[in-house]
Nanobody, 122 residues
Framework: QVQLVESGGGLVQAGDSLRLSCAASGRTFSRYAMGWFRQAPGKEREFVAAIRWSDDRTYYADSVKGRFTISRDNAKKTVYLQMNSLKPEDTAVYYC???????????????WGQGTQVTVSS
């Protein structure tokens, strides 16, 4: 089993930045496909960003492209989401996700964190 623990959420103003962290358990983190999803109130959970384990290639939702950056530190077993130029519409619970059977997280990853709240005020 893989356990994921997110941190770094909070309340910020529009235009500010935040960095989310997700610490993972397990001995083979370097081979985990990792990603971030989010769920706003009254909306379905949506994909935000992903990073492949094989070559660190990254993928982003159009809504965050150019503002958010996903990265990973295999030595620390941690994946990050740097969020810049935050907008009120970025307000959501952000979830870290992992999958151990694919190179990139699928739409329904096997493992999820508990989520961290990000609130962006206007």
């Amino acid at each position: 089993q893989v356990q994921l623990v997110e941190s770094g959420g909070g309340l910020v103003q529009a235009g500010d930045s935040l960095r989310l962290s997700c610490a993972a358990s397990g001995r083979t983190f370097s081979r985990y496909a990792m990603g971030w999803f989010r769920q706003a109130p009254g909306k379905e959970r949506e994909f935000v960003a992903a990073i492949r384990w094989s070559d660190d290639r990254t993928y982003y939702a159009d809504s965050v492209k150019g503002r958010f950056t996903i990265s990973r530190d295999n030595a620390k077993k941690t994946v990050y989401l740097q969020m810049n130029s935050l907008k009120p519409e970025d307000t959501a619970v952000y979830y870290c996700a992992a999958d151990t059977s694919s190179n990139v997280v699928p739409t329904t990853p096997r493992f999820w964190g508990q989520g961290t709240q990000v609130t962006v005020s206007s």
